[in-house]
């Protein structure tokens, strides 16, 4: 799959706003390719649209912002190959040498002013840009496994925990309605509140949670899943910054860390076994499985959303080089789908859209504090 249309500029000018809106309906069309192939459109009636109004009902309207990680900064900096996972991929990008990232930090929800909380979920996007436009997108998340394991079950449980219009809060009925309907869900959410959750971004470790497959340059493939392991040491999250009353914390943190000096990832690959589940990411796969450290993620510079590189990137989890391919997970396509959607909506509504909540100001001071 070559993405060439996929590389827009920063937005903040009607050139660019006009490049944005030909690049949604370019995506849109691909993505109702997606969702048909998928099986999304036709057989359980689940538009994007009504995905989107399900996002609108449990977060309120947020003109110009994601639907989902609404909250969030942008990252710059390079991946460094080990050269270790090329003999199971002829991606460029794992040939030994160094590709410049631009990266996205958010927090799971689309509410773009939400106070950090150490539970929500966080999450590192990457776009690696390797010579010869080959590039390959991933969003990544600090849980070891995903909630739901198809897109229905995500439209059903976003519906489950939008607020009821008669109490202004979800109502636990069908929450638990919800759950007795998903028993998947409820084994994943026992391993997501297991988690040990970290101080902050630059030590937490994110997770592709859909599995993918490594194409080597012979056609042979295997199953992966990937993961960006932080090199920075562990720390246990006090929450004590936001009892205070530092509502953006876990970004502001992340900003004065990567001014100090660039905080690194390592991207470790596991490889699964025939057995091993890539159609359900509600599943772990066994704790014993092969790893290979691909290399590592350098991160040296913050920028606010309001200016950064990445707030006119989608990061779609199909952007994906010769020698990484899809797996049967339907998640895939569904998420493809919905961040064409999402993207289209949020760049036609940009001239609406207030500051983020990290302000470019905020970075700056942040910076040199
Ligand atoms: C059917 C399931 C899913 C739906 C409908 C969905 C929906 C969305 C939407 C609408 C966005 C905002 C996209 C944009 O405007 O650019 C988003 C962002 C994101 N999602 Fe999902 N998602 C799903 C599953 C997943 C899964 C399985 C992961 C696994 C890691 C994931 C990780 C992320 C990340 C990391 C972002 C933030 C990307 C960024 O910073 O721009 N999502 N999601």
Redesign the pocket.
Known sequence: MKPFWFGAGPVGSVGALVRLGAIGAIMLSVAGAFAYTGGWLSAVQLTQDR?MAA?QDANGIHAGF????AK?VCVTGWFESSGQAAPLSKAAVFKPGRVPVVG?F?LAGGMPFQTDEPATVR???LRFLPPGGEEWRT???NIPV?P?NS?RG?YEQLLASSPDPATGKPDPARMKAFLAAHPETVRALQLIKERQVTSGFANSAF????AFRFVDESGASVPVRWSAVPVQPFAADSAEPAAAGDENYLFDDLIVQIAQHPRKWRLIVTIGQADDPTND?TLPWPADRRQIDAGTITIDQASSEDSGR?TA???DPLVLPAGIEPSDDP?LS??SA??AR??TL?AEEEHEKQPSAVTSQEVQAEGKS
């Open positions: 995905m996002f994601r639907r989902n990680h969030g996205r958010a999450s590192m996007a969003g990544m998340n995903f739901v897109a995500f997770n592709s949670l859909n990411a990445c990137i989608n990061y998640l569904a998420r919905a961040y999402s993207f949020r």
